[in-house]
């Protein structure tokens, strides 16, 4: 599980590590302003009944994204043993 995925993958009390941004413009910059950046803990904590949008921890915030923009941030996996 150590692989590269998009947080869309991730799933509920399942932690990873961000690794980049690959969206432009407006939308990366909201991507960084709400803490989405290299080397940054998530953590999801649910999923819609629709499965769009999911929450996500992040910095000690709760933040809810749509799945076309969580394809957006390259995330590393983490096993619980490597949770900080």
Do not use: K, W
């Not at 590269?4 to 910059?29: E, I, K, N």
């Not at 769009?52 to 996996?77: C, F, M, T």
């Amino acid at each position: 599980m150590n692989s590269l995925s998009t947080l869309d993958c991730l799933r509920p009390g399942q932690f990873a590590l961000v690794q980049s941004l690959h969206s432009t413009g407006g939308m990366r910059r909201r991507l960084q302003d709400i803490g989405l950046i290299e080397n940054t803990l998530v953590e999801c904590l649910g999923v819609s009944p629709g499965g769009d949008p999911a929450a996500y921890a992040v910095r000690g915030a709760v933040i809810a994204l749509r799945a076309e923009d969580s394809r957006q941030v390259e995330i590393r996996p983490l096993p619980r043993r490597e949770v900080p």
